[in-house]
């Protein structure tokens, strides 16, 4: 099973301010990876799929990148609406996995 | 537009089982695989269970192989997820999620609400 491990647990930042959320897996694999966005009381949402591809309607401020063990999610300007918890998944084998998320939430 | 409604959870004793059930419509839904993602109270997303377009091949997660099985009827647009032998660590929102790609890539592009199981004596 692939393990993933997001760091940091918790991002305290402005609005305005980029984001660099880290997920690091314990097997390398080349580009598997999506993030999800996911607020209080709702289903998560899938922004970005195969590490770098954002999903339909995601705004151009979310950016994804890495390969290997190493991935990242950046939010170039964050907005009101982006104070959530995010998570990555990986599916280069079974069993999917998560990542146990990045709070990011208002300094 | 793509909707997926949760049904079926409840409060269980230990040992106890329940169905879930996950209606689906806006989109073909022969067509796509699904999952059941778990997540526990205050905790992190946890995939439990994928069934294919056609229903011929499940993958389930090694915390619930042997217990749960998922399910589906694409007649009634609708994937199934029974629990059986149910653990307090099953307490959770199960969330059925649709496939993105009719190729199985493995993520989830659209999630039902879900519905919450606690299981308690």
């Known amino acids: 099973e692939i393990v993933l491990t997001q760091s940091p647990a918790t991002l305290s930042l402005s609005p305005g301010e980029r984001a660099t959320l880290s997920c690091r897996a314990s097997?390398?694999?080349?580009?598997?990876l999506a993030w999800y966005q996911q607020k209080p009381g709702q289903a998560p949402r899938l922004l970005i799929y195969d590490t770098t591809i954002r999903a339909t309607g995601i705004p151009a401020r979310f950016s994804g990148s890495g390969s290997g063990t190493d991935f990242t999610l950046t939010i170039s300007s964050l907005e009101p609406e982006d104070f959530a918890v995010y998570y990555c998944q990986q599916r280069n084998n079974w069993p999917l996995t998560f990542g146990g998320g990045t709070k990011v939430e208002i300094k | 537009q793509v909707q997926l409604v949760n049904s079926g959870g409840g409060v269980v004793q230990p040992g106890g089982s329940l169905r879930l059930s996950c209606a689906a419509s806006g989109f073909t839904f022969s067509s796509y695989g699904m999952h059941w993602v778990r997540q526990a109270p205050g905790k992190g997303l946890e995939w439990v269970a994928y069934i294919r377009s056609d229903g011929s091949t499940k993958y389930y997660a090694d915390s619930v192989r042997g217990r749960f099985i998922i399910s589906r009827d694409n007649s009634k647009n609708t994937v199934f997820l029974q629990m059986n032998s149910l653990r307090v660590e099953d307490t959770a929102m199960y969330h059925c999620?649709?496939?993105?790609?009719?190729?199985?890539?493995?993520?989830?592009?659209?999630w039902g609400q879900g519905s919450l199981v606690t299981v308690s004596s």
């Open positions: 999620a649709k496939e993105i790609s009719a190729y199985d890539w493995g993520y989830f592009d659209y």
């Open positions: 097997q390398s694999f080349i580009r598997y």
